[in-house]
């Protein structure tokens, strides 16, 4: 890694290793660095200064070479139902959100992957955004790790589960979100269980080739909404490259590798896939693999012109799917007052 005369990297685009040779070449001892390191990963240090068992000579020395691009919590709202989302300024000014999602058991951080998105889905309010850019592993990482504060601070609870249904596609920032989960699970980092994590996705299947060939241990959900090609392109622009029919290929690769459950999320429109045929075509889909059905709640965003199916498309589904033994459950939003459910992400505060 190269820097510009003058320009100071950031600290944690470095590896343990790096940072050792770094040490080294200042005459100073490697072990140094296995000390910054948990300073800044396990203990989510802000600034040099906070790294009191190094002496002064060391914090100066890092200050001048390095900067600590930490993610600033800028507001923070609470729902009435306890959900809390945070507004997160990065250290270029762009800002992301991330959602603290509270129940009797557990707590759920919803972090976002990218400032933005690029994919269009017609009914969220993220795709309103430009795709600004890639977010970096520790502002993935930072994002947590702020929520696991917020839930010990606020609810005296462990953080349980962590969810990649924020701003983004994490597939479309695949390296960056694999480099934040590895130090989310580490034991140098938030030591997390890798299967209390879920990554969501569109559904790009060579890239869920990937992560079935790269072994990752993490849950996969897939934001379905249509299992009929032309209504699913008519929603979700992906589907034109990216058809049914290479998602289940896909799938299928992946459940062979990873043999967990995949899950589903799925909004019933009005007028749009609350047919019975529509719900034909899901459990048609649903045999592909084993996996579980989410029904979700759709949360109207300005100027939408999509309107939530009534409780009897949401009962079809939930009868059809259900007697052929696929679990369905009709998932309620949380944080719906303050902006924060399901794509509604959209830097309104
Ligand atoms: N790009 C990834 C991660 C975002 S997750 C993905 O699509 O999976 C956000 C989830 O909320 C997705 O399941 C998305 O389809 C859903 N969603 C988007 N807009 C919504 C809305 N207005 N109401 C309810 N769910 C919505």
Not at 93 to 107: D, H
Not at 160 to 169: A, K, L, P, R, W
Not at 211 to 219: E, H, L, P, S, Y
Request: aromatic share 6%; hydrophobic share 40%.
């Amino acid at each position: 890694m190269v820097a510009e005369p003058g320009a100071k990297r950031d600290i944690r685009k470095l590896q343990l290793t790096e940072l050792k040779e770094f040490f080294v070449a200042h005459g100073d001892k490697a072990f140094r660095a296995q000390q910054v390191h948990e300073w800044l990963w396990k203990k989510s240090a802000k600034d040099f200064d906070a790294m009191t068992n190094l002496s002064l000579a060391t914090r100066q020395l890092l200050q001048e070479h390095f900067t600590i691009n930490h993610i600033q919590v800028d507001t923070m709202q609470q729902s009435a139902d306890g959900t809390i989302k945070n507004a997160v300024k990065l250290h270029d000014g762009l800002v992301v959100e991330s959602v603290l999602i509270p129940t009797e058991k557990r707590i759920t951080a919803c972090v976002s992957s990218q400032v933005g998105c690029s994919l269009g889905c017609k009914f969220c309010a993220t795709a309103r955004l430009k795709r600004m850019r890639n977010l970096n592993p520790d502002e993935i990482y930072d994002q947590v790790a702020a929520i696991r504060q917020q839930s010990e601070l606020f609810f005296g609870r462990p953080l349980t589960n962590i969810v990649f249904m924020g701003m983004g596609e994490p597939l479309l920032n695949y390296n960056n979100v694999i480099a934040a989960i590895d130090k989310i699970t580490s034991p140098h980092g938030l030591n997390m269980a890798a299967k209390r994590l879920t990554v969501s996705t569109v559904g790009i299947a060579k890239m869920i080739i990937k992560m079935a060939d790269d072994g990752v241990k993490f849950n996969l959900a897939v934001s379905l909404h249509a299992a009929l090609n032309p209504t699913r392109s008519s929603i979700m622009p992906i589907n034109d490259t990216n058809t049914l029919e290479d998602l289940a290929e896909a799938l299928k690769y992946w459940y062979a590798k990873r043999k967990r459950k995949v899950t589903y999320e799925y909004v019933v429109w009005e007028g749009i896939n609350d047919k019975p045929s529509d719900a034909e075509a899901l459990l048609k889909f649903c045999k592909h693999v084993p996996c579980k059905v989410n029904l979700i709640e759709y949360n109207p965003i300005e100027d939408g012109e999509f309107r939530q199916a009534g409780d009897a498309a949401l009962q079809m589904y939930q009868h059809l799917l259900e007697s052929n033994g696929i679990t369905t459950r009709i998932r309620k939003s949380r944080g719906k007052d303050i902006d924060a459910a399901c794509g509604q992400l959209a830097n309104k505060t």
